[in-house]
């Protein structure tokens, strides 16, 4: 999928490094650090990836990626639910 054979190498090898950046956050995030901002991180990494004209032409590639974007934005949403849950005072009766 990401071979460098083609004309448009540059571009090619520009999709092999937001995916192994993608590859990176995801890592961390399962290492431990389970933060929104990370999250949201991978978010905006999908988005790039799905958005990438070099994948206009594969449709596995965009509908994997997009199964990623939507896992991921569900995670940050509970990670921003979570935290602002915590962050709320209790309330005194």
């Known amino acids: 999928m990401f071979e460098d054979k083609s004309i448009g190498a540059p571009r ?31 978010v905006q990494q999908l988005g790039r990836l799905l958005s990438h004209p070099e994948l206009a032409h594969s449709a596995s590639s965009r509908d994997m990626y997009l199964q990623l974007l939507e896992h991921w934005q569900t995670v940050t949403n509970l990670l921003l639910e979570r935290k602002a849950a915590r962050q709320q005072p209790a309330t005194a009766h």
């Open 12 to 42: 090619s090898r520009d999709v092999a490094q937001i995916h192994a950046a993608t590859c990176v956050l995801m890592t961390q995030f399962i290492n431990g650090h389970h933060n929104p901002k990370l999250a949201h991180l991978i």
